[in-house]
């Protein structure tokens, strides 16, 4: 959605008072000089009406001038909103006084008003908005009293709070909907095998053990060797006979990936902070280690102010990958690229939601990365989906069905036009837990458009469309589908899987 197209269809009123500061005093121009100068910025077709209907644009409602001061009263609709009309006058103005040598120096914001219709609505409640002195809202009308100087309108500060506004509301009317969620296929019946909840057998029988952190486990010798098993076949499976190469993505993410990925947008309230000393002097660290030694406690409040949040541990594992490519420009030839990661954990804050094995702070993950042109990226996306149908069919052996789910962001970022053309968006695996009858998301598949190429500034030397894909394979969430419909019996697994497992090792015996 470009800054232009918010509030399209709503009535909006810009109003600004500002004071212009001068080098000299403006006595030096006539007021008939400064009144025709004026006259023609408003005139229909000049700079305050440039780009409007007719009849519309930007209009100067007062001026004044006290000594090197000038100043401007502006009201303005949605066609030249009242801020860039005062930056393009700045700037015309800045032409005018050259002539008798005078610059200006300063532009001093005194109040900027935006008012607009507003429908009230429960699911919509605003929170106070950023650079926002006072917002009132009452029949029908939002009014914004913005605190902002002239740097933050260059910001264009006043356009993104208008475009922040547009997601609250479409965010409000998309809560509650369901259609972002569509089935698109359903795997045959198969025989479950099992009913009880497998984190608590595994825990009965000393396969995995909960450890010191919130959802974070200790997988014994078994599940961990399911979990290679896991690799394994989706190695030889998918990854090996569709050309992919492993890479090792980092884990810990700082807030410049996130900025370049959209997560910074929302990520706050699950993600994990990584912060660094503030500085690794000991003597800084000294109060912190004598208060812990005279009271065997971790003094958190002094750490606090010791410390500086430098991001967070890997989210969503491909963003930080994309800083590889950052800046570059790459030949049409070396497509399509298809590359994976499995080199570490991944952490969520998952707060209440936390259950067994299935949703943890803590997880492990392989994400595959397919990068291309437009049609590449749409086509491998479904030669991935086949790839992975063979391995829950005859592998793992599981009943599962695929999804269609419009992520949020394409909302957000008003892109839901591809989203039903199905082209950008993500399919979800969802497998039935027969001990609850809940389904599970254990992995997706998403084709992410030209959001990270974008995002990240790659380029194709033929300036043709660069697309990219990523599928998450969650392995806590394989093996807690596996387990949940066949047990934790190897012989009520397939005989491939039970082949490729072998026998689970036996280690741990406790008195
Ligand atoms: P859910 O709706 O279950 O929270 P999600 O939509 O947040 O899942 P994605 O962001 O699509 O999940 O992440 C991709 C994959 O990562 C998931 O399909 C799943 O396999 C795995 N995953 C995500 N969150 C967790 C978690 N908290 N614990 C274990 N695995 C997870
Ligand atoms: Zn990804
Ligand atoms: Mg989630």
Redesign the pocket.
Known sequence: MSDRDSNGDKDIQFQLKAVLRCSSSLDAVSASEFEEFLRDCSREGGILRRGAPPGGGAELLRWGISGSDLSLELRSDRFVRAHDALIRLKKELGRFLARYRIGIRGVEIESYKIAMDWEWSPRLRLKRLPFVREQKQDEGRLTLYLDVDYAALERRIPDRLLRLLDEKRSAASWRGKSEHWELLFESGKKRFLFDKDPTEEMLKRNWISHAAGR?QWIYGPQLTRLFRTFEHILIEEVLKPLGYVEMIFPKLVPWEVWKRSGHAKGIYP?VYYVCAPKTRDPEYWEEVMDYYKVTNEVPLDMIMERIEPVGGLC???CPPFWIFLMGKTLPDSILPIRVFDRSGT?H?Y?SG??HG?????????VEIVWIGTRSEVISHANELRERYRRIFDEILDIEWREAW?TPWFMAQEGKLGLAELKEVG?V??EAVLPYSGKW?????V?VNGDKYPKGFSVKLQSGKELWSGC????????AAVLLAQKGLEPENWSEKLRQLTGELPEVFRFL
């Open positions: 959802g699950e989210y969503a594992q991944s969520r998952e939601g936390l094995i299935e949703r943890l702070d803590e997880f492990h993950r789910v993500t979800d695996f599970l998301e254990f992995q997706n998403s599928s998450g394979v969650g392995l806590e969430r394989w």
